[in-house]
C-alpha cells in the first residue's frame, strides 16, 4: 500500500513510484514500457543465440522475433530484464535518493514479466536511522600492559623443537611423545556417535589433544593392535552430546613414528635464521610482546565502544546489514575450516548445526557488529573525520607491494568497488585511532 508519501515522475519510457516505509526503507517501484522494453529484448536475443543455431543466422545475430520461436521466450526476457534493471537502476536511485541517506546494498526484484507488456521491478534499500549517540569522549578506559613471562618463550622453543622433530617409522610398542596413526571409533551406549569415527588421525602420545587420559590408554600398543577403552568427558565439555557422559573408544594402531626432538642450541637457533640462541629468544619475545600489546590494545579499543554503545541509541536497524553481516561471520568461519584443511559441511555435521542454526547463533553478535559500524561512521560525520586521496593511494601501493605487483590485483586496484573498499578502512582507522587518543588512559 502506498503512503502519503507517494511520488510519481514519468518520462516517456518509464513510470516510477517510491513509498517511504516509516523511515526504515525505500520502496521505488518502476516501469519500463514495452517500447523501451524492445532495444533490451534485441540485446538479450543477440546474447542467448551466440550458444543457439538457427538456420539463416550468424551466432548472436538472431532477431528477438525469430529466436521466441527456437527457445522459451520467457528465458529471453528474463535475460532482457537483467539488461532493463542494469541500465536503469543506477539511474533510478541516484535521482530517487537525492534527499535521503540510504545504507547498504539495494534489493531488486522484478516483479512482473509479461511478453507485450511494461517490465515492472521494485527497488528495497534501507535507510540511515537516526542515532543518538553516547558521550565518545573522556571516558577514560584503562589501558593494561602484559609483561612477557620467561615460561611463554620456553613455551615457544619446546614448540619449534617439537615442529622440526625428525620422524622415523619404528615396529616397537608405542612409547610417550611417539607420533601414531589411528583409526578411531567412538560408541555411547554402544550405537556409534555420529562424527565419531575417523581414520588415519595423527596424535603426539602425551599431548591428550583428543580427551584427557586418551594417550595413556595407547602406550604399550604395537602396529596393528586393537585397544577399547572407557573415558568420561568432562560436563562442561565443548560437544554438548557427550558433556558428562562415559563414552566407549575402539582404536586401531596403523602406524607408529618415533620423533627425534632437536636439542636447544646455536645449531638449532641458526636453523631457524638466527644467529645464535641468546637473539632468537629476544626475536621470540619481541614478537609475543607485540602479540600481547595487539590484544591489549584490541581490549582497550572492544571497552571504548561497548562504553559509548551503552548509551547511545537507534531508531531501527536496517535488517538487511545485519543479514549482509550473518553471512559475512559465516564466510569467515568457512575460510577458517577450509585454511585448516577441513570441509565446511563436514564441520557442520561435527557440532551438529546447520547453515540456519549458524544464522540465528551469530544473529545477536551482527546486530552488535552494525551498532559498532553505525556508531563509528556518525562519530566520523560528527568529527568529518576524511581520507584524502593520496592516502587512498599509498594504501593500495602498500597492498600491491606486499603481493609482489600481483597482476590480478593490480587490475583490482583500479576498480571503485576496490578503492571504496581501502576508503572505508582508512576511516574505520582514523576514527579508532582518535577514540583512542580521546579515551585510552594509562
Request: aromatic share 6%.
Amino acid at each position: 500500500m502506498m503512503s502519503d508519501a507517494l511520488i510519481k515522475a514519468k518520462n516517456i519510457f518509464m513510470n516510477i513510484q517510491k513509498n517511504n516505509q516509516d523511515n526504515k526503507e525505500i520502496e521505488i517501484m518502476v516501469e519500463i514500457s514495452w517500447e523501451e522494453m524492445k532495444a533490451h529484448l534485441d540485446h538479450a536475443a543477440a546474447k542467448i543465440s551466440e550458444q543457439v543455431k538457427v538456420e539463416g543466422f550468424r551466432p548472436g545475430k538472431v532477431p528477438y522475433d525469430v529466436l521466441k520461436k527456437q527457445v522459451d521466450e520467457m528465458q529471453i526476457l528474463q535475460e532482457a530484464a537483467n539488461f532493463a534493471v542494469r541500465a536503469t537502476a543506477d539511474k533510478v536511485l541516484q535521482d530517487e535518493l537525492k534527499d535521503l541517506q540510504a545504507i547498504g546494498q539495494p534489493r531488486v526484484a522484478v516483479t512482473k514479466m509479461v511478453p507485450c507488456s511494461p517490465l515492472e521491478y521494485k527497488i528495497t534499500i534501507s535507510l540511515m536511522p537516526e542515532i543518538k549517540l553516547g558521550d565518545y569522549k573522556n571516558l577514560k578506559i584503562k589501558s593494561v600492559e602484559e609483561k612477557v613471562e620467561e615460561e611463554e618463550i620456553e613455551k615457544v622453543l619446546k614448540d619449534l623443537q617439537n615442529m622440526r622433530a625428525k620422524e622415523v617409522i619404528v615396529d616397537r610398542e608405542i612409547k610417550n611423545s611417539d607420533k601414531v596413526i589411528v583409526n578411531i571409533q567412538m560408541f555411547l551406549d554402544k550405537v556409534p556417535i555420529e562424527g565419531g569415527q575417523s581414520k588415519g588421525t595423527a596424535i603426539i602420545i602425551g599431548a591428550d589433544y583428543i580427551i584427557p587420559g586418551f594417550d595413556k590408554e595407547l602406550i604399550g600398543a604395537k602396529k596393528g593392535d586393537v585397544r577399547e577403552f572407557i573415558l568420561p568427558y568432562s560436563k562442561d565439555h565443548y560437544q554438548k552430546n557427550l558433556a558428562g557422559k562415559r563414552v566407549d573408544f575402539k582404536v586401531d594402531v596403523a602406524e607408529i613414528y618415533e620423533r627425534a626432538i632437536p636439542e636447544l642450541n646455536e645449531e638449532f637457533a641458526k636453523s631457524l635464521g638466527g644467529r645464535n640462541l641468546e637473539e632468537l629468544k629476544k626475536q621470540i619475545k619481541e614478537n609475543l610482546s607485540k602479540e600481547k600489546e595487539q590484544r591489549a590494545e584490541q581490549k582497550t579499543v572492544m571497552e571504548i565502544f561497548e562504553k559509548i554503545l551503552s548509551k547511545t541509541t537507534f531508531s531501527h536497524l536496517p535488517e538487511t546489514m545485519i543479514e549482509s553481516e550473518v553471512h559475512n561471520m559465516i564466510h569467515e568461519l568457512k575460510h577458517g575450516v577450509e585454511q585448516q584443511g577441513g570441509q565446511f559441511d563436514d564441520y557442520l555435521v561435527h557440532i551438529k548445526k546447520t547453515g540456519s542454526d549458524l544464522e540465528k547463533d551469530f544473529h545477536s553478535d551482527a546486530e552488535k557488529r552494525v551498532k559498532t559500524s553505525l556508531m563509528i561512521s556518525q562519530i566520523v560525520k560528527i568529527e568529518d573525520i576524511k581520507i584524502e586521496d593520496k592516502e587512498i593511494q599509498e594504501a593500495v601501493n602498500r597492498q600491491l607491494a606486499a603481493y609482489d605487483n600481483n597482476q590480478e590485483l593490480k587490475k583490482k586496484a583500479d576498480t571503485p568497488d576496490f578503492r571504496n573498499y581501502i576508503h572505508y578502512n582508512l576511516i574505520n582507522q582514523k576514527a579508532i585511532k582518535k577514540l583512542k587518543e580521546w579515551n585510552a588512559v594509562n
